[in-house]
């Protein structure tokens, strides 16, 4: 194994050295002659967090069987280490070869959440690439940016030189393809290969893209500067998910990570169309695996990992059309071989005695419901399409089953929330805590505990609620306080959290490339692993903000004209602004929408073609 | 592929598999309870037919024999795995070391006929290499310390910092130069199946002789564990 890892000296003084060493079993290891693209896949966190991604697992995969190009692994070291890395002039390295990230041709980042990008710049800067897209020189490596945060990448599209709209199972491998080819007939040059890049599906280049602005500070436009590449760009899919590449091995780490477990994708996209829900309409239009082949490879995963766990990932397993077809067949064998099989994101409506039954996660597991909002009138405004009866038949379900503790996630600060809303909250966990000692099977000898956990709500693009605002801080702050005074029950433990890191994130998710100043001094002040509690500090963003001379509150709190420009509209992600603007229309008359799998609701994203499952053309 | 590795009908009661290997390199930093779960995937892959526990939540009836602290490599791991069939033992090894990644190799498998409490003393080679070239008063002074008695050195335990006398726990200490390494080869007694980590030498080495103070990108050392043996002197087996 030809691979290096920083010296045994520094090891031996930093916190889990696991996290640095590689060498873990289903690792892919090239010869270096045989290779023609060298690509570092950088996860911009920690690596107990990055190795449970699943997109990055995907795509790992589908670029290491191109036999010319060699994916490896980048994760963000942990601050001890970069203090030593710093100290000892040590580079950020890929985890495979031990080579440094910038003698790479293409360095990726997933961008999984907005705050991580203080983390990505600063791996950036370990690396000792160039910041921004138009200081690199013509060795630099390409800098490409993708996952959920590329639908609105506009903050951080000045140190991105090319970003993967949607899925990319095939995009990726295209624009090795791409690179090998310009590298071999001699035409590749950055400006070159990049605007070659922009011509193809997905593929989004920032500095092809002029933007302008009103005098109010909104967008005017967006002009591209060639006149053979889109407009818009619009996201790639994986047309058959059943004929698309899917791992078979998983690399192995040694030490403890999250999500640890055999992780089996079983459909993209939602049908509920929750309204505050980016993820749902971004991953549309639903596209299923079929039960034969999801079986095949949870046995063939089984078989190479030698994990007890496997995992049913989608946005609401429930809603998968052969749901019980699959879980039939899977524990077929599971428990036999004493694998335990797990289906989180369950829905309320759809947790029955049967689930509890045979799930044997859901029966020693903790239970999770997530009603989101406290009245039925709130909760049709957001077409959370969930009533109290289902709720309390659920914890009357997991109460009767042997259940004496119960977790209920909600968000605050949702568009059209009155204060009634936010003692709804109070007044729903009561009513659980009184079905407690309705259920006639409930374990007596235990009390009830339930926790009501809040998040503050963030508009997100491509939602129907991407134009309204989240709520100002000292509200935000008031209604945690109030909920806190509503919340009498000893039983009922309250969990909320600062109210400013979402403050930060809403910012960031509505943000336009103004903002590209703000986060590189919050980079270059030493601002990193912002979404750890420990290391967000708030008044050093402020700060960041100040020096650059930006309002953020002009993308958190403005309520955004339904006539804007918004920055994200050079994306295409299928789903149309008509169809988002009913919804929203629908959510201030507290009106629902059905779910795709009654009818058709015609968001548009049947234009991306596809083996879709509930679509109508 | 199970049917080869099994060797006859099922055992009237589990038997004990003694699986000894290395543990070098990258994997000296993954801690005794990362190693286990690894192992136990790794027999799993394997298709080793391994016991299970009783009970709501069975798990794979592994142990092993001298936890390994982290920093610390070893050449002669000592893992018992209860069995329910007969294995073929020629094949045991090569199927492991099929799953195993490079830095950890099994040597060995066999039927335990001792119990690990039979284990009396541990062998291990410290390499430390400093900035400075090694020089023969250093060495001496070193010996003297590892040594002397009493051998002082701060333990953190549950109960705070303590200050502990390791010397009765040291058995032998041999020291000599090679090339630009000082080798220290010591035998530690155990103690009521309590094994003392080796890094404390090394701790003691640094606060008594001002080891390993320089640049540490420059100083090295490795411990590495290279034998167990029986009161009589014979290799643990």
């Known amino acids: 194994m030809n691979h290096k890892t920083p010296p045994a000296g520094i090891l031996r003084n930093v916190e889990k050295p696991g996290r640095y060493t590689g060498g873990e079993y289903n690792s892919i290891i090239k010869n270096k002659e045989d290779v023609r693209v060298r690509f570092a896949f950088c996860f911009p966190d920690t690596y107990e967090i990055g190795m ?132 071999a007939n001699g035409t590749y040059s950055r400006e070159a290969f990049l605007h070659e890049a922009a011509k193809i599906e997905g593929f989004y280049v920032p500095s092809l893209y002029e933007v302008s602005y009103h005098d109010d500070g909104t967008i005017k436009e967006y002009t591209p500067i060639c006149d053979d590449i889109p407009r818009r760009i619009r996201k790639r899919i994986v047309k058959d998910l059943d004929r698309a590449p899917y791992p078979e091995k ?33 991953y549309r239009p639903i596209r299923e695996k079929s039960p034969e082949n999801l079986c095949r490879m949870a046995r063939c995963i089984y078989d190479n990992t030698g994990y007890d766990e496997i995992s049913l990932i989608s946005l609401s397993i429930s809603d998968y059309s052969k749901i019980r077809e699959l879980t039939e067949e899977l524990l077929s064998w599971t428990d036999d071989e004493k694998v335990n099989l797990s289906l989180p994101s369950l829905r309320i409506d759809s947790f ?41 038949h659920a914890v009357n379900v997991a109460f009767n089953g042997g259940k004496s503790s119960v977790k209920l996630y909600f968000m605050q600060g949702l568009p059209t929330e009155q204060m009634e ?39 997100k693009p491509f939602t129907p609620f991407q134009w309204d605002a989240q709520d100002p801080l000292p509200l935000l702050e008031e209604k945690q306080q109030y909920l806190r005074e509503c919340i009498t029950d000893k039983r009922i433990r309250y969990n909320y959290h600062d109210a400013k890191v979402s403050f930060i994130e809403a910012v960031l998710a509505r943000g336009d490339r103004r903002l590209a100043p703000v986060i590189r001094h919050a980079a270059e002040s030493g601002l990193v692993f912002d979404a750890w509690t420990e290391h967000f500090h708030y008044d050093r963003w402020m700060e960041s903000f100040r020096a650059s001379d930006v309002d953020p509150s002009f993308y958190a709190n403005r309520v955004f004209g339904e006539e804007e420009i918004l920055p994200w509209d050079i994306i295409d992600c299928g789903v149309t602004k008509e ?5 929203r229309k629908k959510a201030y008359e507290n009106k629902t929408t059905c779910s795709c799998a009654e009818h058709c609701n015609g968001c548009g994203a049947q234009i991306l073609g596809g083996v879709t499952r509930w679509c109508k053309s | 592929m199970v049917q080869e590795l099994i060797s006859g009908p099922a055992f009237p009661r589990p038997a004990t598999l003694r699986v000894r290997f290395r543990k070098t390199g990258n994997l000296q930093y993954i801690s005794h309870l990362d190693l286990v779960r690894t192992m136990t995937r790794i027999l799993l892959r394997a298709k080793i037919p391994v016991a299970y526990s009783e009970g709501f939540n069975p798990i794979p009836r592994l142990s092993f024999a001298a936890p390994l602290s982290v920093g610390v490599e070893s050449e002669v791991e000592v893992m018992d795995v209860r069995i329910t069939h007969p294995v073929d ?80 726990m040291v058995r032998s200490v041999e020291t000599a130069i090679e090339g630009e390494e000082y080798f220290f080869r010591i035998t530690l007694f155990t103690e009521n199946a309590s094994f003392l980590n080796p890094d404390y030498l090394v701790r003691a080495l640094h606060e008594k002789n001002n080891a390993l103070s320089g640049e540490r990108d420059r100083e090295h050392y490795t411990v590495l564990r290279t034998g167990f043996f029986l009161a009589d002197g014979t290799p643990f087996r």
């Open chain 2, 89 to 168: 033992l020629s094949l045991v090894v090569d199927r492991l070391n099929k799953h195993l990644p490079l830095e950890m190799t099994v040597y060995d498998a066999y039927y335990a006929e001792t119990k690990p409490n039979a284990i009396a003393y541990v062998s291990y080679l410290i390499k430390i290499k400093e900035a400075a070239l090694p020089k023969e008063e250093r060495r001496k002074a070193m010996e003297e310390t590892l040594l002397g008695k009493p051998l002082t050195v701060v333990k953190n335990t549950k109960a705070g910092r303590r200050e502990t006398d390791i010397s009765p």
């Open chain 1, 52 to 183: 449970s991604n699943l997109g990055v697992r995907i795509l790992y995969h589908c670029l290491n069987s191109v036999p010319t190009v060699w994916c490896e692994r980048v994760y963000a070291p942990w601050t001890d280490m970069m203090a030593e890395m710093e100290k000892y002039s040590i580079p950020l390295t890929a985890h495979e070869s031990g080579d440094p990230v910038r003698d790479f041709d293409i360095v990726a980042f997933t961008l999984q959440y907005e705050l991580c990008y203080t983390t990505a710049l600063r791996m950036l800067m370990l690396a000792g690439i160039p910041l921004l897209s138009r200081d690199r020189g013509p060795d630099a490596p390409i800098i490409l940016g993708g996952g959920p945060c590329a639908y609105n990448a506009e903050p951080i599209a000045d140190f991105f030189d090319v970003f993967s709209i949607g899925e990319g199972e095939e995009a990726l491998p295209e624009l090795c393809r791409l690179y090998e080819d310009m590298k």
């Open chain 1, 421 to 459: 809303d936010i003692a709804g909250i109070a007044d729903l966990a009561r009513k659980v805590v009184h079905a407690y000692f309705r259920a006639e099977n409930r374990n007596k000898s235990r009390g009830v505990s339930v926790t009501v956990s809040v998040s503050c709500f963030i508009p």
């Open chain 1, 352 to 392: 029955t005695e049967e689930l509890m039954e045979r799930i044997s996660s859901v029966r020693t597991g903790g239970l999770t419901f997530a009603p989101e909002a406290g009245t039925q009138r709130l909760r049709d405004a957001i077409n959370k399409n969930v009533t109290e009866e289902d709720l309390l």
């Open chain 1, 250 to 282: 998983f690399v192995m780490p040694y030490i403890e990570t999250v999500h640890d477990r055999i992780l089996l994708e079983v459909y993209r996209g939602c049908i509920r169309g929750c309204r505050f829900c980016q993820a749902g309409m971004v």
């Open chain 1, 579 to 583: 169809f988002l603007l009913r919804e």
